[in-house]
């Protein structure tokens, strides 16, 4: 265990100017400008852990963590027809998800601060259903008829119900 972590708050000032003065080959952390303003990368780790800063780190860490995850992915592809070709409509409605969806629903529609998509086709028997709720929004998810043409909600609920 670290010197610096079994000492009273009080001295550790003073036990880290000296390890200052004799670790000049470790990197540093801390933004002052003297030399004194700043502490070595790992006795800084050390008193975040010990000191009332660790809960505030790990928090940081696990959002990190939780963005990292939910970034990681990337919407599904849209299938290929028979002769190779692509449809337009599920491409735009696949860059629509990606830009205004996915970030609420997850990449690939299994859920998030959004519930899942996968079972779209159960809760709404209707696509007409469906686009009405993406452009007028419910609860927490906003609207996004004015953000998006009619034939874009067309194509991201096409996309939700035939590629997710």
């Keep these: ?11 550790r000032a003073e036990l880290l100017r000296r390890l200052l003065r004799q670790r000049r ?9 003297c030399v004194e303003d700043q502490i070595p ?11 009332h800063c660790f809960s505030f780190c790990l928090a940081q860490l696990l959002l990190f963590l939780a ?6 992915g990337t ?22 998800w990606s830009q205004a969806c996915a970030s609420c629903h997850g990449s690939d529609g299994s859920g998030g601060r959004g519930p899942s998509l996968l079972s779209v086709v159960d ?8 686009v009405r709720l993406v452009s007028s929004g419910r609860g927490s998810m906003p ?6 043409s009619m034939e874009e ?9 035939e590629v997710l």
């Design 25 to 33: 080959e470790h990197r540093w952390i801390g933004g002052g400008g």
């Design 75 to 96: 919407a599904p592809e849209v299938p290929r027809a028979v002769d190779g070709t692509l449809d337009p409509v599920l491409v735009r409605g696949r860059e629509v």
């Design 1 to 11: 265990m670290s010197l610096i972590t079994r000492t009273a708050p009080k001295r």
């Design 41 to 51: 990368f790992c006795e800084y780790c050390l008193l975040l852990m010990r000191g």
């Design 123 to 130: 809760r709404y028997p209707s696509s007409l259903e469906q």
């Design 153 to 161: 909600l067309d194509a991201v609920v096409r996309y939700t119900r």
């Design 67 to 72: 963005l990292l995850v939910a970034c990681a």
């Design 143 to 148: 609207g996004f008829g004015s953000r998006y």
